[in-house]
């Protein structure tokens, strides 16, 4: 992959501010581990980047609060507002808690209740509305302008984006070997374009790979249209990537940074969720399994044999009681 000096320019200051972003004062340094069975299984070593570990459970802690951290205190005093299918509501209910600003967050009604409870846990106003993403982004927008609070976006916002970028300035430092593809879950494209940024900025060799759900696949969409387009429609079983239309931040990287965009099915995130289990003991949301579906998916259709493979593992917000129904679908996902 070759960059043109504008977008060479464009990596470099994603790399600049991922380089500052100061998310270690809430986030961890997650683990990036071998998967033994599903490496063994498929011929290739696959390793897990752990972001189902970091306080509140998925890697949106990160972007939050590298945004939060660098309002003025004007904007501060006069609290955030966010719309969220529920972990980015969780990462800005606990960077605002931090930081002592006063936060609401408009969830869709169809939110895992466990992502609620996350939010007012935290000290957060939920507000429920709508069906999904789209229609909470809209009502979130709508109140952010009657009462001036700043709007934080999930995933359009370039220190959001920064702050998410994070993930791999760790994978490379943890892992300065060989390193094939990384394979990024995508919603709004916040993880993806500071993971790709990032990573093609310092080597460009390493394959990026996005995922999207079958239901939610507006990248896909969008880099086939060579324009952001709005799909008609989004499922929500991944609720964590049920995006619409991707962010326009995250589009400018991902036009030229994204080696190609997967798309996976429910059963087969029910399979990669029982895989997860199985290597770790950890139980990961439908979202957090799109890039164990997509490796799995990738071996068998390349052949891939002796590579190393990364999974960002995004996420472990599901509800305790749909796990009899992703155990049942598990078994219809298995290749
Ligand atoms: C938000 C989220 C994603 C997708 O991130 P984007 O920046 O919106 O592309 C993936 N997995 C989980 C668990 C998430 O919460």
Redesign the pocket.
């Known amino acids: 992959m070759t960059f043109s000096s504008t977008e060479f320019a464009l990596l470099e200051h994603y790399v600049k501010k991922i380089l500052a972003a100061p998310v270690y004062q809430l986030a961890v340094r997650t683990p990036l581990q071998v998967a033994p069975a599903l490496s063994a299984a498929l011929g290739n070593q696959v390793l897990l980047k752990r972001e189902d570990l970091q306080p509140t459970f998925?890697?949106?802690i990160r972007g939050a609060y590298n945004k939060l951290v660098q309002l003025t205190p004007e904007q501060r005093a006069r609290g955030v507002i966010a719309a969220s299918a529920g972990?980015?509501a969780q990462g800005v209910a606990l960077a605002a808690r931090e930081l002592g600003i006063a936060a609401s967050i408009v969830m869709p009604r169809t939110a895992p209740q466990l992502k609620v409870q996350g939010v007012r846990n935290l000290g957060a106003e939920a507000v429920l509305h709508g069906e999904s993403f789209p229609f909470a982004l809209a009502h979130a927008l709508e109140l952010a302008q009657q009462t001036g609070r700043e709007f934080v976006s999930?995933?359009d916002d370039p220190d959001v984006i920064a702050g998410?970028g994070t993930v791999a300035m760790e994978i490379l430092r943890q892992h300065p070997g060989r390193l094939d593809a990384i394979f990024v879950?995508?919603?709004?494209?916040?993880?993806?374009a500071g993971v790709a940024a990032y990573v093609k900025y310092l080597r460009p060799d390493v394959r990026i790979i996005g995922v999207e759900s079958q239901h939610s696949a507006c990248l896909q969409a969008a880099l086939a249209a060579g324009e952001r387009v709005r799909l008609a429609q989004v499922g929500t079983f991944a609720d964590?990537?049920a995006?619409a239309q991707i962010g326009a931040h995250?589009f400018d990287v991902c036009r030229f940074c994204v080696d190609e965009v997967m798309t996976v099915t429910n059963d087969q995130l029910c399979a990669a969720i029982k895989d997860i289990y199985d290597d770790t003991r950890a139980i990961t949301?439908p979202?957090?399994a799109?890039a164990v579906a997509a490796i799995k998916q990738y071996v068998a259709r390349t052949g891939a044999r002796g590579q190393t493979l990364v999974a960002i593992d995004?996420?472990a917000?599901i509800n305790f009681d749909s796990l009899g129904h992703v155990a049942e679908r598990a078994a219809m996902g298995a290749i």
């Open positions: 998925s890697f949106k972990n980015h999930p995933f998410q879950p995508v919603g709004g494209g916040g993880l993806i964590g990537v995006v995250g949301e979202s957090g799109l995004s996420g917000n």
